[in-house]
């Protein structure tokens, strides 16, 4: 590509951010063909390949753009996607949460629901036992109904904001914004069925998430011993973790053993490490002494939920 020279904001940067706009998130690899393409069509006689597109070349655009947009109220932050290690770049608004922004396209009792899976995910299905942090659709439409009497939410920390009663979807309605949230790129679908928040809605949700199910710091988990964190950081990264292993000290999270024989924090030896993310609600099924299968902790909460 060309020369960098001095950061000008020109044509192509409006037109990455155009891209960015549209996508709202991106990787390096799939943004080299749309560079390639814009510059290109801004120097036609001296063609770019995508292959010429350097991680150099990508970062500062990203640079450049977060100059220009940051009086907008608006941020490119990037995190590693916590399955396939892939980094992620997402354009962030930085003064109104997630939740704010599917105001503007979802109705009331809509984002009421998605707060009740919310809940769920990080409350139901968020013990010390089994950290799993994601729902099934099941468990998801388990929700479309409010609890009976519910009057008041908590919105932050320890305050409470009393609100009107939301109404209940139907079955059908809730799917179909369990979708939505999907095709929007709030919540990501595993293959094994499980909803959790994808990587854009952790970089854009993080301080909510933290006021909303952390009674005390969520960054410092010195006392989670003692009582359960839980939004967890991983000691490396620094990141919200919602896939991972746990070491046997409840102290230290990591999203991956990276290929160590040891926790890297305590030295302890990573034996059956917990793991952290959907693999701890198969991981929470245990077997009793006569065979049968005791109920993981997910199916004890979930069998909670049925009697609700």
């Known amino acids: 590509m060309s020369d960098h020279g001095d950061p000008a904001y020109d044509n192509t940067h409006r037109a990455f951010l155009q891209s960015l706009l549209a996508r709202q998130t991106i990787t390096f690899a799939e943004a080299k063909p749309i560079l390639a393409a814009i510059q290109t069509a801004q120097t036609p006689n ?6 010429d597109v350097s991680q150099a070349d990508f970062e500062y655009y990203i640079d450049a753009l977060n100059t220009h947009i940051s009086a907008y109220d608006f941020e490119i932050r990037s995190t590693h996607h916590q399955v396939s290690k892939e ?3 997402a354009l962030v608004n930085t003064t109104s949460d997630a939740l704010t922004q599917m105001a503007t396209v979802h109705t009331p009792d809509e984002i009421a629901f998605v707060k009740r899976v919310l809940d769920a995910m990080f409350e139901t299905y968020n013990t010390q036992a089994a950290e799993v942090m994601a729902v ?8 479309a109904r409010p609890p ?6 908590r919105d932050s920390g320890n305050q409470t904001q009393v609100t009107a009663p939301s109404a209940a979807l139907t079955g059908s309605q809730a799917q179909s914004v369990l979708e939505l949230m999907v095709q929007e790129g709030w919540f990501e679908l595993s293959a094994k069925g499980y909803h959790s928040l994808s990587p854009r809605a952790l970089m854009e949700l993080r301080g909510w ?3 909303t199910y952390n009674d005390q710091g969520g960054e410092n988990s010195d006392d989670e011993e003692d009582e359960h964190v839980k939004i967890k950081f991983c000691a490396a990264c620094r990141e919200i973790v919602t896939v991972g ?12 053993q990276g290929g160590r024989e040891e926790c890297p924090t305590c030295k302890k030896a990573w034996t059956e490490a917990p793991a952290v993310g959907e ?3 198969r991981q929470g099924s245990r077997q009793v002494p006569n065979g049968r299968r005791r109920p993981s902790p997910s199916d004890e909460a979930q069998s909670g939920a049925e009697k609700d």
């Open 148 to 153: 009976h009497g519910e009057q008041q939410r």
């Open 87 to 89: 980094r992620i770049y």
């Open 245 to 256: 292993q746990r070491c046997t000290d409840l102290g230290n999270l990591w999203r991956s």
């Open 46 to 51: 001296r063609p770019t390949l995508p292959e």
């Open 279 to 281: 693999k701890a609600a």
């Open 209 to 211: 998430l933290v006021d």
């Open 136 to 143: 099934t659709s099941m468990q998801a439409l388990k929700c």
